[in-house]
């Protein structure tokens, strides 16, 4: 039986300028006293995590704060995180303030500081087991500082396995923030670099979400069957096509102007839609081959993100590959993948196979961005260990609206050398 149903869910979700700072009656409703802050070195240096921690304070929490997460988070720095936490522990509730890397480890923390196991046990299938968690987990107030990952509406907990040089992930219901705090305010201090990749993530999650596989091309599940990724839905459609309206009309604002008030507003919109959309619909081929693009980096640096040890941030990583993955992927439904680039590029663009990979090209080359997996240290001798690593991400190839192997996932990454 083909499948008739499909689920939306969605964390409690406080949105505009100045919403920051009624975290602490959020967490008053939550009953938490004791409250762990969880954030990175660079957003703690704005300043944001101990303004954040005052007010908790003057309503009378006791705040431990962790600024050590990792951007692009690994299972190494994970763990510390874990451990961090275990020591200074117990708490009533998790608050994640940053980009996606803290708010994913603020996830990976509220799950192993409550369930018995470690990392590799809720790993997803094949990387890890992909076991779920048989306790509840922590209330956790999401505070998002940029505007991509969307990690503050989603169930989806992303990290590097160091060993395996892959990029996977953790996905469950019980992951979803208990409530998105979403404050433009914080995310004026993006530097131009990050504005851009985490756009672009933003972008992706939209354009995926909504030419994925359609909820009604699955077979039919039973109820305890039910998985947050369903498919191409009318709800998620409604999500990411006003966020790609709302890219269409700041993302370049924003990047040139990173004081515009207005812009900055509509990227954070942008960003939590999308990832209300992507959070329910899923995404596909350009998210798979982000994993290995990211894991198996050798010496490419971008600009605007900590120095130190090579990294491709995610949103770079998933936009090399789109274009040639939307070419790839057109045929299953051409007025979606026509809808988008009207979306993106105005009513008069040419509609066509290449119409929406041409509007996501045109967008990178005026981000300035790399727009070839060439420019990140890759070549043709590499193509092979990326098929295989975005094999791996089974999960969300498996959304993608037609069948993707190792053929077609070949012919993506050569596309985009």
């Not at 990979?357 to 967008?363: F, G, H, K, S």
Request: overall charge negative.
């Amino acid at each position: 039986m083909e499948e008739s149903v499909f689920t939306y869910a969605a964390p409690r979700l406080k949105f505009g300028a100045g919403a920051s700072v009624e975290i602490g009656f959020e967490l008053r409703m939550l009953g938490a006293r004791r409250v762990l802050i969880v954030t990175d070195a660079g957003v703690a240096a704005t300043g944001h995590p101990a303004r954040i921690a005052e007010r908790l304070a003057a309503e009378g929490c006791e705040v431990a704060v962790f600024t050590g997460a990792h951007v692009e988070p690994t299972d190494d720095s994970m763990l510390t995180a874990v451990e961090w936490a275990r020591d200074e522990g117990p708490f009533d509730a998790i608050v994640a303030v940053g980009g996606g890397s803290s708010i994913d480890t603020a996830k990976a923390v509220n799950l192993l500081t409550t369930n018995d196991g470690g990392l590799e046990d809720y790993l997803n299938k094949p990387v890890g087991a992909g076991r779920a968690p048989t306790r509840p987990l922590l209330p956790l107030v999401a505070v998002p500082t940029t505007t991509g990952t969307g990690s503050e509406s989603t169930t989806i907990c992303v990290l590097d396995v160091l060993a395996l040089k892959v990029k996977t992930g953790i996905s469950h219901a019980a992951l979803r923030p208990t409530v998105a705090v979403v404050d433009p305010d914080l995310t004026m201090t993006q530097p131009p670099g990050v504005t851009a990749a985490a756009g672009l993530d933003i972008l992706c999650h939209a354009l995926e979400s909504y030419t994925a596989r359609p909820y009604t091309a699955y077979p039919r599940k039973r109820p305890e069957e039910r998985v947050p990724y369903c498919g191409a839905n009318p709800v998620a459609d409604v999500f990411c096509e006003k966020a790609v309206g709302l890219l269409a009309r700041s993302f370049r604002t924003a990047w040139r102007d990173g004081d515009d008030a207005a812009a900055r507003s509509d990227m954070a919109l942008a960003a939590t839609l999308a990832g209300m959309g992507f959070g329910n619909a899923g995404v596909h081929v350009p998210h798979a081959n982000a994993y290995p693009i990211a894991g198996l980096v050798r010496d490419f640096r971008p600009a605007g993100y900590p120095d130190g040890a090579p990294l491709v941030p995610h949103g770079m990583a998933v936009s090399l590959t789109a274009p040639a993955a939307f070419e790839l992927t057109y045929s299953s439904n051409p007025a979606r993948h026509d809808r988008l680039a009207a979306l993106l590029g105005g009513p008069d663009v040419a509609a066509g196979p290449t119409g929406l990979a041409d509007r996501v090209r045109e967008l990178m080359a005026d981000l300035e961005v790399p727009s070839r997996l060439g420019d990140v240290g890759y070549d043709t001798g590499d193509v092979e260990a990326l098929v295989e690593g975005s094999l791996r991400q089974q999960r969300l190839l498996a959304t993608a609206p037609l069948d993707v192997g190792a053929d077609e996932l070949r012919s993506v990454f050569r596309a985009s050398l």
